[in-house]
C-alpha cells in the first residue's frame, strides 16, 4: 500500500508534454515590427485639435431722396411765388467680424466598430487651473486609414465631428457683460 501511494505521487508529479497552441496565441502578442494602432472597441486614440475660423461681414447702404415742389401766380399787380421742399436722407455702414483658434491634444476611445469597419469615438477632457474649469469634448466617425503610426489622428479628419470648448470660473464671468447691460440689451436699449 505504501508502494502504490509513492507511485501515485510520483506519477503526479511528472510534467504532460506542452503543445504549441498552448504556448503562442496570435492575439495576444504583437509583432515587435508592427504599429500599435487602435483597433477595438476600447481602444485609446490622440486627437490633436487644430480648428481655426475666420468670418467676415461688411455691410453699406446709403439711400437719399428729394422731392421739389414750385410754383408762381401772377394777377394783375400781385406778384407770388412760392417753394417748398422734401428730403431726406440715409446712409449705414455695419461691419462685423469673427477669429476663433481653438489648439488641443487629448484622448478619445472608441466608443463602437461600425459596419464598414470605421470607428465611432468619444472623449472628454477637464481641466481645472486656479479656479477656471475647462471642458474639451471631441465625438465622431473617423477611418482606421487616417490613424497615423503614432496613433494620433486630426480633428480636421472627423466625420460628423462635435468638438465643444467651454469655460466656467472667475475669468469667464468676468468676461460676460453685467446684469444692467444684459437687461438693456433685452430690451433692445443697447
Request: proline residues 2%; glycine residues 12%.
Amino acid at each position: 500500500m505504501r508502494f502504490a501511494s509513492i507511485l501515485y505521487a510520483v506519477a503526479s508529479m511528472t510534467a504532460l508534454p506542452a503543445a504549441a497552441q498552448d504556448l503562442y496565441q496570435g492575439g495576444n502578442w504583437s509583432a515587435m515590427a508592427s504599429d500599435r494602432r487602435a483597433v477595438a472597441v476600447g481602444d485609446a486614440i490622440t486627437v490633436v485639435i487644430l480648428q481655426s475660423a475666420e468670418a467676415s461681414n461688411t455691410t453699406q447702404s446709403s439711400t437719399r431722396r428729394s422731392t421739389d415742389l414750385g410754383g408762381g401766380l401772377r394777377a394783375g399787380g400781385v406778384d407770388e411765388s412760392g417753394q417748398l421742399n422734401f428730403g431726406g436722407g440715409f446712409t449705414g455702414r455695419g461691419e462685423m467680424r469673427r477669429s476663433e483658434r481653438l489648439v488641443a491634444q487629448l484622448s478619445v476611445t472608441i466608443e463602437e466598430v461600425l459596419p464598414n469597419g470605421d470607428y465611432r469615438i468619444v472623449g472628454r477632457q477637464q481641466l481645472r487651473v486656479n479656479g477656471e474649469n475647462t471642458v474639451i469634448g471631441v465625438r465622431g466617425r473617423i477611418r482606421p486609414s487616417d490613424i497615423a503610426s503614432d496613433n494620433s489622428i486630426l480633428s480636421s479628419r472627423i466625420a460628423d465631428a462635435q468638438i465643444d470648448y467651454d469655460g466656467k470660473g472667475f475669468v469667464s464671468r468676468g468676461a460676460k457683460p453685467g446684469l444692467i447691460t444684459r437687461l438693456f440689451n433685452l430690451l433692445g436699449l443697447l
